[in-house]
């Protein structure tokens, strides 16, 4: 049993049990459990592992997928890797997975900007991108052949351009040309951020294939209850803004982000604006004209810079120049924060006169509101790790972990977060109870309020995965007309009986097809190995184009000092057709890694020529 006083629900269990030996994904709704499902599932790992391998003889193994393999007395020392996509992941779920499996076993995090760890382990949390570092620069301890399973937290991210695809592209690399065996097990709430019923089905397939998946296990809503958990899909509330499109907005059709900041000075010039774009212009050059009075200086106001983000900053180096506690630090305080009001203005293109309020201003509201007060809210914001509110309003990583454990513990009963709570792009109101959701160890909610529309399941899922008892409530404010609610809850139960009725071995018609897609892909991207003069200028650019095109992976394995002083480097394409491997030689790092891509481009380039891709 876990260390630490908890028993798995009756869901969580047969999740476990019917993982087996298999490549699997566990699909269980936020806050179900998906975390004590992976810990067991290491738990029961590392501690076979010793029972297993005991004898000195090889032990043959059965793979999901019919392949064998084979492993040696030396596995028992094999850990495992738990893949999170954010920092703060890493270092909750390290707490999570070792307060589970116990104190008999070792278990670290790791993420970039720390030093790697030196000592033996059994279980390494860590972000993709820092593994693949670990990796690239050859840390002998962090080669597959240590792990006996890889875990993916959000698998989902493996469906896109993301560290995840490289690494579910090496193990299956690795596998192959080495018959070890490395478990793979996906976690998601949702697999896809497709909407289409054949879209979602195409980017089910394509996830299994690329993880080599012979399982996919969710349970039913029936399960789910009987273990109690609690779903709340069909309790939540659609509400209309409270404020409507002021009038005079440009029509979406004359929209041209490449001239946004060029429109809306004309708008402005021409006294075509919006009401309220104009009095916030209007302001922020009265702001700017008192700065004149009070520090004596001419200023140059910076609102014709085309780079929105330099209006704030300009003020804010001002600021920092100004005597402390002077009339000029004041002013200059003051307009940073207007020349932020006007940069949101612009950018919603003055669609909405409450634009998207920043969780800064609706914090710091809230708490000098008299009757929120008066009903005992006490509110905080947190952030994007590092996300500028304006150059002088940030919260660090820090700061943030210390918000959310006082939400925690109740000493504040209210939270705005953006994207640092589930990695979305709008803002959430949450109050309290525990839970854990995707990049912060948040408490539970009984109110979750969402501002802005969902755009896929997968917000679906994580945004109002955080309140879960009876008699919470969750409010969804917006919709989008191509994507209602009701549309994404169908989706969501599409994905579902796809689940259900998954079976590998009806996919191989899926596979051939998304063979000949890939052809198609990779016909339609020969004109970038055809532009040979532009593939020697700048080869890494191009492989990236033409991957990009092809949907298929680039690695850098590793860039390591050869000899005579100079840098070997090896990297390698890799797609659902075909893998290639080129290698460069040169005085400087940048130069062995653009040989290495002229090598693999040229290698492309004969192989299409061959297949008649290229005349």
Not at 330 to 353: D, F, G, N
Not at 487 to 501: C, M, N, P, R
Request: aromatic share 6%; hydrophobic share 35%; proline share 4%.
């Amino acid at each position: 049993m876990p260390s630490q006083n908890y028993e798995l629900r009756p869901y969580q269990r047969a999740a476990v049990d019917k993982i087996g030996r298999q490549n699997a994904i566990v699909k269980m709704p936020t806050g179900s459990g998906k975390t004590f499902v992976a810990a067991e599932f290491i738990r029961r790992g590392l501690k076979s592992k010793s029972k297993q391998f005991d004898d000195d003889a090889a032990t043959v193994i059965t793979t999901g997928t019919g392949s064998i393999c084979t492993k040696s007395s030396d596995d028992k020392s094999l850990a495992a890797l738990f893949l999170v996509p954010t920092c703060d992941l890493a270092v909750q779920q390290k707490r999570a997975i070792q307060a589970w499996v116990g104190d008999d076993y070792t278990v670290v995090e790791y993420m970039g900007g720390k030093a790697a760890p030196t000592n033996q382990f059994d279980v390494l949390v860590s972000t993709p991108q820092a593994f693949l570092t670990l990796q690239q620069n050859e840390f002998k301890m962090f080669d597959w052949s240590n792990f006996f399973c890889c875990i993916v937290d959000e698998v989902h991210h493996a469906l896109k351009e993301h560290p995840y695809r490289i690494i579910a592209h090496r193990v299956k690399a690795w596998v192959s040309s080495n018959r070890q065996r490395i478990q793979v097990i996906g976690l998601s709430a949702s697999l896809t951020y497709a909407v289409g019923h054949r879209a979602v089905e195409h980017a089910l397939v394509n996830l299994c294939d690329d993880l080599d998946v012979s399982v996919m296990i969710s349970p039913t809503s029936e399960e789910l209850v009987a273990g109690g958990y609690t779903p709340q899909d069909d309790t939540i509330e659609t509400m209309h803004k409270p404020w409507q499109v002021p009038k005079g907005v440009l029509d979406e059709s004359q929209r041209k982000p490449h001239l946004m900041h060029e429109i809306f000075m004309r708008r402005i010039e021409n006294g075509e604006a919006t009401e309220f774009a104009m009095k916030t212009y209007k302001v922020v050059k009265a702001i700017e004209s008192e700065v004149q009075c009070i520090t004596g200086e001419t200023f140059e106001s910076p609102i014709n810079d085309i780079r929105l983000g330099r209006w704030a900053e300009a003020a804010y180096r001002k600021k920092v120049k100004a005597p402390p506690g002077s009339a000029a630090e004041t002013i200059y305080k003051m307009l940073e924060v207007w020349y932020v009001a006007l940069r949101l203005v612009c950018q919603s293109w003055e669609e909405e006169e409450q634009f998207r309020i920043s969780a800064y201003v609706l914090a710091q509201h809230l708490n000098n509101d008299r009757g929120c007060i008066e009903h005992g809210i006490r509110a905080d914001y947190v952030t994007a790790r590092n996300a500028k509110i304006s150059p002088s309003i940030k919260v660090t990583p820090g700061e943030a972990t210390k918000r959310i454990e006082k939400f925690r513990t109740g000493e504040i009963n209210l939270i705005v977060a953006t994207s640092v709570i589930e990695e979305l792009p709008n803002s959430i109101l949450i109050t309290n109870h525990h839970h854990r959701v995707q990049g912060f160890d948040v408490p539970e909610a009984n109110v979750v309020i969402s501002y802005d529309d969902l755009k896929d399941t997968v917000e679906l899922c994580q945004r109002f995965g955080r309140a879960r008892a009876k008699t919470s409530s969750l409010s969804l404010m917006s919709e989008r007309k191509d994507r209602p609610l009701a549309t994404l809850k169908e989706v969501k139960k599409h994905q579902d009986t796809i689940i259900q009725d998954f079976k590998p071995s009806e996919t191989k018609q899926q596979q051939i097809s998304r063979q000949q897609s890939q052809n198609d892909r990779e016909r339609a991207a020969s004109s970038v190995l055809q532009d040979i003069d532009r593939c020697k200028l700048s080869p890494l650019e191009c492989l990236n184009i033409y991957a990009s095109k092809t949907k298929a992976v680039v690695d850098t394995e590793y860039i390591r000092e050869g000899t005579n002083r100079s840098f070997d480097c090896r990297m390698k394409y890799t797609s659902i057709n075909r893998s290639v491997v080129g290698v460069g030689n040169a005085a400087a790092k940048k130069k062995a890694q653009h040989q290495a891509a002229l090598n693999i481009l040229e290698q492309l380039r004969e192989d299409d020529r061959q297949r008649g891709l290229i005349k």
